[in-house]
């Protein structure tokens, strides 16, 4: 009952707002736009259709809001109206009282405000679809003044949440049973790594967590500012932490007139994207607008400052070296390679023909190449890459799904810094420079250097471990197991030397792969 009640809220909101009467004049057909104005009739449609899809969003709740607040990064495929209006959604969504949210954070830490915070803004600077977020300052344990921004949950946000996701969850199964599509798109997985997510950013110190190792993860890259968690103030609904002060990247005019180089912080965003994602496998994955700032301050002048830290993703060893071998391809053009990787991981089926799959994908993107960001649309090559993968069974990865997501935010925000920005051009260099790391000497001996703990513990349990054998054999068979042993020592000198041999054949072989690695990059 509980579905059927948010699907009627749901249906009603949609006709409260026309929602209906600005999906059915979309369409071409004259008799579907004769049925949006006879649709319209006896309804107050005089808004702005842009303001009222966001206004809609937001009166469905976060999920929605979410979902707008995506789509508002894609200019190349929403009309400029809607774009405009749904980036209201990055951090304009209304606020609660502030007296709610004081009451939260005074019932977090059993203590009035006042013995907290110095000083205590009511107004929230910024208001999210999750939390907002107050200014204030505070004395710290050394005795000085900091500025501090205080993010507080929204109240009830569980219970709103969950009533969604129930809904979801069943459309999911839905199409899996009606769909054609729905065992290869696997939408369950897929609502069941959104709905992880989701509740992991009602867990504010889970975020606080994941900002720590960000700020750690990026410390020495000099790209990008992470603020500094107040540990001793944080707690699932409220958390503290250091006030960074810039300028929103979405005022690109101001950045611009701030004096920094533009096409830089373009270059640098994607650089950021893809050290989290192949060095760290740890990213950053909610990066709209509204959550990235430009710092002008003298010793930070140019750099990016990341905010809320609600949704992270990570990938495996495996997935990394994976993709990393997927866009490297990509980037030599070789895709007989990225359809091999498809079969090699299972994303299709082995019977699969390679060369089938080699040439569908060449007809995707082999368009796209040595043209800048603002004549290449990601959304559309992907687009062409699902409807390419009907034909070949190719299963969606959930585990993936956020990467693509960020991905996709990554290209919103190059191109609105940058139209002439190439983001393959840009990021070959460090994928280049991470392939080379993966192979040859410099692997080999960080593996050693991992494994060396493990074999330091059991090298004093040896000497015991080989008494404990020797005791337990006969005399004998250790006399002939003897003479067996001075037999073959003739024959393992003369393996000695040729093992020698070996290991500096070893040696020359893996610098000759990573000669030939960087000379098939720079081909």
């Known amino acids: 009952m509980r579905r059927v009640g948010r699907a009627v809220t749901i249906v009603w909101v949609s006709l409260r707002y026309g929602l209906d009467e600005l999906v059915l004049t979309s369409f071409q057909k004259p008799w579907l736009r004769g049925l949006a104005r006879i649709a319209s009739i006896g309804r107050d449609l005089s808004a702005p259709r842009g303001q009222r899809l966001r206004e809609a969003l937001e009166r469905l709740g976060p999920i929605f809001v979410k979902f707008g607040q995506v789509l508002s990064t894609r200019r190349d495929l929403l009309p400029p109206d809607i774009a405009d209006e749904l980036a209201l959604l990055q951090d304009r969504v209304p606020p609660f009282p502030a007296d709610v949210a004081i009451a939260t954070i ?105 900002a720590a190792q960000l700020r750690r993860n990026m410390a020495g890259l000099d790209l990008v500012l992470v603020p500094e968690m107040f540990w001793d103030l944080c707690r699932s609904d ?42 760290d496998g740890f990213f950053h994955a909610d990066m709209h607008p509204g959550n990235i700032m430009v710092s002008v301050e003298p010793a930070t002048f140019g750099r990016y400052i990341s905010l809320d830290f609600g949704i992270v993703g990570t990938l495996t060893q495996t997935d990394k070296e994976y993709l990393a071998q997927n866009f490297t391809a990509f980037f030599r053009r070789d895709y007989k390679r990225v359809a091999e990787l498809h079969v090699e991981s299972g994303w299709v089926p082995q019977d699969t023909r390679i060369d089938e799959l080699e040439a569908a994908i060449r007809s995707v993107c082999e368009p796209y190449f040595d043209r800048p960001l603002k004549e290449i649309s990601l959304g559309m090559v992907l687009m062409r890459l699902f409807q390419t993968s009907r034909r070949f069974n190719v299963e969606i990865q959930p585990q993936l799904v956020l990467l693509q997501k960020t991905l996709l935010n990554v290209e919103g925000l190059g191109r609105q810094l940058d139209p002439d920005l190439d983001l393959w051009h840009t990021a070959k260099p460090f994928l280049e420079k991470w392939m080379l790391e993966q192979v040859g000497p410099r692997r080999f001996w960080r593996e050693l250097k991992e494994q060396a703990p493990y074999y330091a513990r059991m090298l004093p349990d040896m000497p015991r471990l080989l008494h404990g054998y020797l005791q337990q054999r006969p005399v004998d068979d250790l006399r002939r197991e003897l003479r067996q042993m001075m037999a073959e020592q003739r024959r393992t000198n003369r393996l000695l030397q040729a093992i020698i041999y070996g290991g500096i054949g070893f040696v020359l072989g893996l610098l000759v792969m990573q000669l030939i690695v960087r000379l098939r990059f720079i081909g």
Request: cysteine-free.
């Open 106 to 210: 005074e019932r977090a830490f059993r203590r009035p405000l006042a013995s907290l915070f110095t000083s205590f803004e009511r107004q929230p600077v910024a208001s999210a679809s999750i939390a907002q977020v107050h200014f204030a300052t505070l004395t710290d344990k050394n005795g000085r003044e900091r500025e501090v921004a205080v993010k507080v949950l929204r109240p009830g946000m569980l219970k709103v949440i969950e009533q969604d996701l129930d809904l979801i969850h069943m459309m999911a199964r839905w199409v899996e049973r009606l769909s054609a599509d729905g065992k290869r798109l696997k939408p369950r997985e897929v609502v069941g790594e959104f709905d992880k997510y989701l509740h992991d950013e009602l867990d504010l110190v889970r975020e606080a967590a994941s």
């Open 238 to 279: 409220v958390i503290v932490m250091e006030r960074m002060h810039g300028i929103p990247i979405g005022q690109v005019e101001r950045v611009r007139a701030a004096g920094v180089d533009i096409p830089k912080l373009a270059r640098d965003g994607v650089t950021i994207f893809f050290t989290q994602v192949f060095r």
